[in-house]
Nanobody
Framework: VQLQASGGGLVQAGGSLRLSCAASGGSFSSYVISWFRQAPGKEREFVAGVSRNGASLRYADSVKGRFFISRDNSKNTVFLQMNGMKPEDTAGYYC??????????????????RGQGTQVTVSS
């Protein structure tokens, strides 16, 4: 499976962005898809994950109530709607595909595939 993230950019604090993760070359609907981010000098961080059918969602505490993940299996795409953005959301964001249990969505190393990232910068 090849994953391509897009939709990043520069936004002011309080603003919104919508990231997309488009997949090709595999059975998209058979994978959990999650978003991770990493800022310079910081550790990689789980952001949000969505189950194969979109029914189960998981979010990092730092983005709960502000970010919303969804998927459209007919379009092989996962979306991350980011609202109320903060400067601390600034990072490179990438999506990953795998088959973790819900409790393990945040474990980046167990995902099978990882896409190229997209940069998100939030100005204060």
């Amino acid at each position: 499976v090849q994953l391509q993230a897009s939709g990043g950019g520069l936004v002011q604090a309080g603003g919104s962005l919508r990231l997309s993760c488009a997949a090709s070359g595999g059975s998209f609907s058979s994978y959990v898809i999650s978003w991770f981010r990493q800022a310079p000098g910081k550790e990689r961080e789980f952001v949000a994950g969505v189950s194969r059918n979109g029914a189960s969602l998981r979010y990092a505490d730092s983005v709960k109530g502000r970010f919303f993940i969804s998927r459209d299996n007919s379009k092989n795409t996962v979306f991350l709607q980011m609202n109320g953005m903060k400067p601390e959301d600034t990072a490179g964001y990438y999506c990953a595909a795998g088959r973790p249990a819900l409790s393990a969505y945040d474990q980046a190393d167990i995902y099978y595939y990882r896409g190229q990232g997209t940069q998100v910068t939030v100005s204060s």
